[in-house]
């Protein structure tokens, strides 16, 4: 059942040969590592809510696909960076992660499953982005880590001009929309879309905002670590 459910996913995304084996081997590694930071572990539920999810990022037509490096922020477990890795091994990842715990566990899984073109950056997202990360990606990708304007001005110094960032989100917010847009504006960002995803039968409210850089990041960006999450551009939510 495992297999079939894998086959079809690799037919429906169009992701490469020997996508399948790779993926029953990562979904495998995450039911039996204690360390995997996800409370999905059973691997029939984990292609629905890990990798169905983490791929429908491809299929955004303004997203990452064929885009030569991405940054995937706060990677967590690996969704959706190591899935979009092994779906797009031309482009190069790089998966940045603040927790010491998770970099070691990426890093293993990584090795195991052996998805060459995905590389750990353990820092803070504002540290790596005023350091090598800096204009040094053409998207970004993130799911599941914070409000839309703290991402959005996450990935704006990671990004260089014409740079995409793609958020995975679930029910939509009029409030958080319009701060995140206000955001945008101050980082060189515009809003590009958001579409409605439906990556496996009971998703419900799942959501793909993209955003394009189209102009200068100004300074004083990125601003300390957790700024953004505490003082959001754009003014408190109501």
């Known amino acids: 059942m495992l297999r079939q459910r894998l086959d079809t996913l690799v037919e429906r995304f169009g992701l490469p040969p020997g996508s399948a084996q790779r993926l029953e081997r990562l979904l495998s590694i995450v039911a039996e590592d204690r360390r995997a930071p996800t409370s999905v572990r059973e691997p029939l539920a984990g292609v629905d809510l890990h990798l169905a999810d983490s791929l429908s990022v491809i299929a955004l037509p303004e997203g990452i696909r064929g885009l ?6 706060g990677s967590g477990a690996g969704f ?24 070691e566990f990426l890093r293993d899984l990584i090795a195991a499953v052996r998805v060459d073109n995905a590389n750990v950056v353990c820092a ?3 540290q790596w982005a005023a350091a090598e990360g800096a204009e040094a990606y053409a998207g970004a990708t993130v799911r599941a880590v914070g409000r839309l304007a703290t991402l959005v001005e996450y990935a704006a110094p990671l990004l260089r001009s014409g740079g995409r960032l793609v958020a ?7 409030a958080e929309e319009r701060q995140a847009a206000s955001a945008a504006a101050v980082l060189g960002m515009q809003p590009h879309s958001v579409r409605r995803a439906a990556p496996f039968a009971s998703s419900r409210n799942r ?7 189209v102009g200068i990041c100004p300074a004083g960006f990125p601003r300390r670590p957790g700024m953004a999450r505490k003082r959001p551009l754009g003014g408190r939510l109501p």
């Open 68 to 73: 030569p490096e991405v940054a995937d922020i």
């Open 80 to 103: 959706p960076g190591i899935v979009l890795a092994i779906a797009l091994p031309e482009a190069r990842f790089d998966l940045i992660e603040a927790s010491t715990r998770k970099c």
């Open 124 to 126: 803070r997202v504002e």
């Open 168 to 174: 995975l989100k679930g029910r939509r917010d009029e």
């Open 207 to 213: 959501h793909l905002y993209s955003y394009e850089k």
